[in-house]
């Protein structure tokens, strides 16, 4: 579930914890950014197609590009305790997170919100057959699947949280099915949170995560162990979040072409910045945003990192 600082090209903002919207009807906003990435993957399919060794580092491939992303809701009900929506969450966003979800809310009257979605996109992507091929060019296939998810905030009326989902991975044309190396997954993900407040304009929200991949290979297949902090800031008109994460992965087995089973250590940073109002136009923002990610292997070949930076302008209707 969690994104390696990929494109995290929307808007930012604090996470919302009062009425789900202002007002009955349509609500949303859309952002249009401008970015640059950088990316070192053995599988990145924007890399060599051609590699010549398992144990080289991945070369470092950049792009700019104009990314235009956002949401739509429509709250409705008594009190206006329900909402059904499509894009990114703001909260998702602000640390660093992006999934499109079609989800629908329901704020009980205990204060908890209940927040059930799909998410499409989340897994999809694009892949080598063979990522381990050597000396030839490797072919790209595509990954599917849709991932589902549970979210309960504000549980009981207190600062906790819980962030529940389930995923299920295809890689099409997969050249190590029937290995050890399998890629097709089911992955189970689970994020509980609680939100300190420091002051009325500050306030931090540490985390624990924990993901199991189980794949139809075991060499394929880990448990992930996390935690991450955010700092939430706002002074004057600025809104600042910054968040600071690491995740370790220990896989089951070692696969027939390395000796060790392999173990990864992340490391993530995060910042999202938002100015309202800019230039005196009414409901709209000035949004940057910057992350890094490295990711330490004791196998070089799965060494990895990325980072972004993004600047933008977002319009809130």
């Known amino acids: 579930m969690k994104q390696y600082l990929a494109l995290f090209v929307v808007f930012v903002a604090l996470p919302s914890h009062a009425q789900l919207a202002p007002q009955q009807g349509i609500s949303g906003e859309v952002s249009l950014n401008a970015v640059i990435t950088s990316s070192a993957s053995n599988f990145n399919v924007e890399g060599d197609a051609i590699i010549d060794s398992l144990d080289n580092k991945a070369s470092s491939e950049s792009q700019g590009l104009i990314a235009p992303l956002g949401n739509i809701a429509y709250t ?3 009190e206006l305790r329900q909402q059904v929506y499509f894009g990114t969450s703001r909260e998702d966003v602000a640390v660093g997170t992006l999934a499109v979800e079609l989800g629908y809310k329901h704020e009980l009257s205990s204060g908890t919100v209940v927040d059930v979605s799909l998410l499409p996109t989340v897994i ?3 892949a080598w057959q063979n990522p381990y ?3 030839t060019a490797r072919k ?3 990954i599917t699947g ?4 549970l979210k309960l905030g504000s549980i009981s009326g207190s600062n906790f949280s819980l962030d529940l989902a389930y995923a299920r991975s295809n890689v099409e044309d ?3 099915a029937g290995t050890d190396l399998a890629r097709d997954a089911e992955i189970y993900y ?3 949170g609680y939100r300190f407040i420091v002051s009325r304009t500050s306030f931090l929200m540490p985390s624990v995560t924990y993901i199991r991949r189980d794949a139809d290979g075991r060499a394929s297949s880990f448990d992930s162990y996390g935690a991450d ?4 800031n706002i002074l004057g008109k600025h809104s600042l979040v910054v968040t600071a994460g690491y995740d370790r992965r220990e896989y089951d087995s070692a696969s027939t072409l390395f000796s060790k089973t392999r173990s990864d250590d992340e490391l993530s940073l995060f910042a999202a910045y938002e100015y309202p109002d800019v230039m005196g136009w009414k409901d709209w923002s000035f949004i940057s945003f910057a992350g890094y990610g490295d990711t330490q292997s004791n196998l070089r070949f799965y060494d990895e990192s990325s980072y972004l930076f993004a600047v933008g302008l977002n319009y809130k209707f």
Request: hydrophobic share 30%; charged share 25%.
């Open 146 to 149: 849709n991932a589902y998810r």
């Open 229 to 232: 902090i955010s700092w939430v």
């Open 140 to 142: 790209e296939t595509d």
């Open 133 to 135: 091929q050597l000396n």
């Open 174 to 176: 997969d050249l190590n």
């Open 76 to 78: 409705f009900g008594e």
């Open 190 to 192: 689970a994020k509980g």
């Open 124 to 126: 999809s992507g694009e």
